[in-house]
């Protein structure tokens, strides 16, 4: 909903202080917190409700905004407008703001001051001053710290569990949007989770962990692979489950999407460049695409994934028992890729240099990494799937053995181990995903793939409708 509002008697942020009577501020919103409930004190039994956002109105002044009350009034308040909203702030309190709170709670500004809201006196309207929105929205990709302050992927990699539990600012592109996923504490309480993929010229993968409704939501809005992230105050910490660093998004975070500065226009177009060679693709299943195999249950002929591609554009994970009718083992150049180890991106040939205009090493001496990353046909009594893609990692466990390992058998040794598996019936995970670029319209990616037990195979053409 839109109210027609005048903001020029508004008053900058820079300009409040306690004794203004009747203020109105404008700003565009870059960051808000969910709504929660807490005990109230003075009445035993029932709950107040608060939430939180931060305005800015320039480039170098932003403000903390908060409001307490009943469930119904900050419900509705929260849900009138959203992150990147501009709004309208008419008769806020304005108060100095406690710094160990802020600090420990709350986005670090640079005012003295915050504004409470409250149920009685306070407004707030979405600004519907076209000439006020068009000189507030570019704000939104102005980040609120130095923006070269920042750790790469890599950096955060490196230093492991020196950096766990800080909170640091980082700069990365968006790789892929997990699924929300919700749960139910002990207490009774829901929550929901969402995992991102960040990447950038240093790290191929690094998870980004959402848990309020409200960062989740921006997140639905980003595109993949053409977004890049400056996070202010992510909290990073050493998951010891999976072995590795992490981040998580909290109530002191702003995300500025986009940034407009040289460092996130270079970052931009190494993703765009990396996503368009096809390299960035390629290395979401170098590690068998992280997801639990149990989790996989449909199993289908080659037909039914052919109709189903036919029936839907969405991706989908599958299993199919069949043989492996094309397996090039015994030519080295379809079956190892050269990539270059600053950016990963493929070299063709016996080039001396990386081709990426946007790699950190031009000019420097060429560096390689090597893996696995060839392409074989499957097929079943109702038809073939072509050009199924098998690397990384996934492949050296299919293969039981590592690329080094494998270029250096014989020819002999070669064939041999292409014949372990030609004509084989297989058990094969699968996942296939739309890709507009590829002929088919459809990229089928190898997640597993191991010699079938005969009972199961019997057991899946029974089942067969």
């Given at each position: 909903?839109?109210?027609?509002?005048?903001?020029?008697?508004?008053?900058?942020?820079?300009?409040?202080?306690?004794?203004?009577?009747?203020?109105?501020?404008?700003?565009?919103?870059?960051?808000?917190?969910?709504?929660?409930?807490?005990?109230?004190?003075?009445?035993?039994?029932?709950?107040?409700?608060?939430?939180?956002?931060?305005i800015?109105?320039?480039?170098?002044?932003?403000?903390?905004?908060?409001?307490?009350?009943?469930?119904?009034?900050?419900?509705?308040?929260?849900?009138?407008f959203?992150?990147?909203?501009?709004?309208?702030?008419?008769?806020?309190?304005?108060t100095?703001?406690?710094?160990?709170?802020?600090?420990?709670?709350?986005?670090?500004?640079?005012?003295?001051?915050?504004?409470?809201?409250?149920?009685?006196?306070?407004?707030?309207?979405?600004?519907?001053?076209?000439?006020?929105?068009?000189r507030?929205?570019?704000?939104?990709?102005?980040?609120?710290?130095?923006?070269?302050?920042?750790?790469?992927?890599?950096?955060?990699?490196?230093?492991?569990?020196?950096?766990?539990?800080?909170?640091?600012?980082?700069?990365?592109?968006?790789?892929?949007?997990?699924?929300?996923?919700?749960?139910?504490?002990?207490?009774?309480?829901?929550?929901?989770?969402?995992?991102?993929?960040?990447?950038?010229?240093?790290?191929?993968?690094?998870?980004?962990?959402?848990?309020?409704?409200?960062?989740?939501?921006?997140?639905?809005?980003?595109?993949?692979?053409?977004?890049?992230?400056?996070?202010?105050?992510?909290?990073?910490?050493?998951?010891?489950?999976?072995?590795?660093?992490?981040?998580?998004?909290?109530?002191?975070?702003?995300?500025?999407?986009?940034?407009?500065?040289p460092?996130?226009?270079?970052?931009?177009?190494?993703?765009?460049?990396?996503?368009?060679?096809?390299?960035?693709?390629?290395?979401?299943?170098?590690?068998?695409?992280?997801?639990?195999?149990?989790?996989?249950?449909?199993?289908?002929?080659?037909?039914?994934?052919?109709?189903?591609?036919?029936?839907?554009?969405?991706?989908?994970?599958?299993?199919?028992?069949?043989?492996?009718?094309?397996?090039?083992?015994?030519?080295?150049?379809?079956?190892?890729?050269?990539?270059c180890?600053?950016?990963?991106?493929?070299?063709?040939?016996?080039?001396?240099?990386?081709?990426?205009?946007?790699?950190?090493?031009?000019?420097?001496?060429?560096?390689t990494?090597?893996?696995?990353?060839?392409?074989?046909?499957?097929?079943?009594?109702?038809?073939?799937?072509?050009?199924?893609?098998l690397?990384?990692?996934?492949?050296?466990?299919?293969?039981?053995?590592?690329?080094?390992?494998?270029?250096n058998?014989?020819?002999?040794?070669?064939?041999?181990?292409?014949?372990?598996?030609?004509?084989?019936?297989?058990?094969?995970?699968?996942?296939?995903?739309?890709?507009?670029?590829?002929?088919?319209?459809?990229?089928?990616?190898?997640?597993?793939?191991?010699?079938?037990?005969?009972?199961?195979?019997?057991?899946?053409?029974?089942?067969?409708?």
């Amino acid at each position: 909903m839109t109210f027609n509002t005048s903001v020029r008697k508004c008053i900058p942020i820079s300009g409040l202080h306690p004794n203004a009577i009747q203020a109105m501020v404008v700003g565009v919103v870059i960051a808000k917190t969910d709504a929660r409930g807490f005990p109230d004190r003075k009445n035993f039994g029932s709950e107040r409700f608060t939430f939180g956002f931060t305005i800015k109105d320039s480039p170098d002044h932003f403000i903390n905004v908060s409001s307490w009350g009943s469930e119904e009034y900050i419900n509705g308040l929260s849900g009138s407008f959203r992150t990147g909203d501009c709004i309208v702030i008419e008769n806020p309190l304005i108060t100095s703001k406690d710094s160990e709170k802020e600090e420990r709670y709350c986005p670090s500004t640079p005012s003295f001051f915050r504004l409470m809201l409250t149920e009685t006196y306070s407004v707030v309207r979405l600004c519907a001053d076209v000439e006020e929105e068009n000189r507030l929205l570019p704000l939104l990709h102005i980040p609120v710290k130095d923006p070269r302050d920042f750790y790469t992927l890599g950096d955060i990699t490196a230093n492991g569990q020196d950096l766990h539990g800080s909170v640091i600012n980082i700069l990365a592109a968006v790789k892929s949007i997990g699924e929300q996923k919700f749960f139910t504490t002990s207490d009774g309480r829901k929550g929901q989770r969402m995992e991102i993929k960040l990447f950038d010229d240093t790290v191929t993968s690094f998870p980004l962990v959402c848990w309020d409704r409200e960062a989740i939501q921006l997140m639905h809005s980003l595109t993949p692979k053409e977004t890049v992230l400056f996070i202010t105050d992510a909290r990073v910490k050493f998951d010891r489950f999976r072995n590795n660093m992490s981040a998580t998004v909290n109530t002191k975070t702003i995300i500025t999407i986009n940034p407009d500065t040289p460092e996130a226009n270079q970052l931009y177009n190494f993703a765009k460049e990396l996503a368009e060679s096809g390299a960035l693709d390629e290395t979401d299943t170098q590690s068998g695409d992280n997801i639990p195999l149990d989790s996989i249950t449909d199993v289908l002929t080659v037909r039914q994934m052919r109709s189903k591609t036919q029936d839907s554009f969405d991706a989908f994970y599958a299993i199919t028992y069949a043989f492996i009718s094309a397996f090039p083992l015994d030519t080295p150049s379809k079956v190892v890729r050269h990539r270059c180890s600053r950016c990963r991106f493929p070299l063709a040939g016996d080039v001396m240099e990386c081709t990426s205009f946007t790699c950190a090493g031009q000019g420097q001496e060429l560096e390689t990494v090597s893996g696995f990353d060839l392409l074989m046909n499957i097929s079943d009594h109702t038809g073939t799937l072509p050009s199924c893609w098998l690397s990384g990692t996934v492949a050296e466990k299919t293969l039981g053995c590592t690329t080094e390992e494998y270029m250096n058998l014989s020819e002999v040794a070669k064939t041999a181990l292409k014949w372990r598996f030609l004509l084989e019936r297989c058990k094969i995970y699968l996942k296939v995903i739309p890709a507009p670029k590829v002929k088919s319209g459809w990229k089928t990616t190898i997640i597993s793939c191991t010699l079938a037990d005969s009972v199961e195979v019997q057991q899946s053409l029974e089942t067969e409708p």
